[in-house]
């Protein structure tokens, strides 16, 4: 199977590096950043591409670019990696809808364009025979929608709870355990580069606003918005509301929910018990599915970084190759 990586950011270097450390019959055949590109229909040397980017800060020839190597390149699978727009989508919602017309699957962590566009996407897939696939743009490594489509197939999903913020699940964990205030803990997520290019869209609550619309989507084809989310951030929590929550024997998490009979989209700090399934410490995310077969079921993992984010990614790759490389 042959793919072409779009982003070569932290997502894309992790999933990259992981391409080319196992044995998973997967040849990359372009590579684009935000200033250069290479294109190599036989295979790239990824190690030397990465290589050259950590040395020089672009990856290729300046004179390629992404739109020139979903033109160029022969591939299979769009990898889209490059950072999200949650205004426009762009130009990541470009580069998805021009691979998938060419009847390119894709591949996505990229969270605007699929909470803008979902419904129109989708369709684009459909109609072109192909997969549109997003595992990674929410709960990072945590197979949500693998689990959904597998393991809980057939079963009615009646409401979902989650953290699907890692930056405020930090700063929250932080600022109880430590006594550190909001701004010392943001600090340190930004240091640890969990939290997003402009901070605010985590600690408003945004980030998992934009989740919580994917997830909707995803399992009501509601045609949820942004704007339809209920929405209230961490970033006027003072460290007394968390003390008084630990004298109550509890702590606040950011909690997303959502369900469709109770028409209830909603992200906002919750004082919960502290044995509760969802209290989940540093960047955890947890996501707890209510179902009408299987009840509860409550998903734990790591919600971003390079590596977790990659193995999500990789799932969606060999989910694509098991369903259409080996059509006979
Ligand atoms: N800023 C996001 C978070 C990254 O903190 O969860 C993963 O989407």
Same mark, same amino acid.
């Given at each position: ?5 779009l982003g ?24 684009a950043?935000s ?30 670019s992404a739109p ?12 889209e990696?490059t950072p999200?727009n949650?205004?426009t989508g762009e130009p990541a919602l470009g580069y998805i809808k021009t ?11 990229n969270?605007g364009p ?123 929590? %003072?460290?007394? +509301? @968390?003390? $008084?929550?630990? !004298?109550?024997?509890?702590? #606040?998490? &950011? /909690? ?26 540093? %960047?955890?995310? +947890? @996501?707890? $599915?209510?179902? !009408?077969?299987?009840?509860? #079921?409550? &998903? /734990? ?28």
């Open positions: 199977m042959k793919v072409v990586i070569l950011g932290s997502v894309g270097r992790g999933v990259a590096e992981q391409i080319a450390k196992k044995d998973l019959g997967i040849t990359i055949t372009g590579i950043d200033k250069s590109g290479c294109i190599d229909n036989n295979g790239i040397d990824v190690t030397e591409v990465l290589e050259t980017k950590r040395t020089t800060g672009v990856c290729g020839n300046k004179k390629i020139d190597i979903l033109q160029k390149a022969t591939y299979d699978v769009l990898i990696v999200t949650a205004i691979a998938l017309a060419h009847k390119k699957h894709v591949v996505t962590s969270k699929i909470a803008l566009a979902y419904r129109e996407l989708m369709a684009l897939a459909a109609k072109n025979g192909v997969a549109l696939r997003y595992e990674a743009t929410v709960g990072g490594a945590i197979p949500i929608m693998h689990t959904l489509e597998q393991g809980l197939a057939g079963n009615e999903i009646i409401a979902l709870y989650g953290v699907l913020n890692g930056t405020c699940n930090y700063i929250l964990t932080r600022m109880a355990a430590e006594g550190l205030t909001y701004e010392q803990a943001l600090m340190e997520a930004r240091e640890m580069g969990y939290a997003e290019a402009d901070p605010t869209y985590d600690v408003k609550g945004i980030d998992a606003a934009i989740k919580l619309v994917i997830l909707a989507n995803t399992l009501w084809d509601n045609d949820a918005k942004l704007a339809d989310v209920d929405l209230t951030g961490i970033d006027l929590l %003072t460290p007394d +509301a @968390l003390r $008084l929550a630990e !004298d109550e024997g509890c702590t #606040i998490r &950011l /909690i997303a929910e959502a369900s469709p009979c109770q028409h209830l989209l909603r992200v906002s700090p919750r004082i919960i018990e502290k044995d509760h399934p969802l209290v989940v410490d540093g %960047t955890l995310n +947890a @996501l707890t $599915l209510e179902t !009408d077969m299987a009840k509860e #079921i409550t &998903l /734990i993992g790591r919600g971003a970084g390079s590596t977790p984010t990659a193995s999500a990614i990789i799932g969606d790759l060999l989910c694509i190759r098991d369903r259409y490389d080996k059509r006979p």
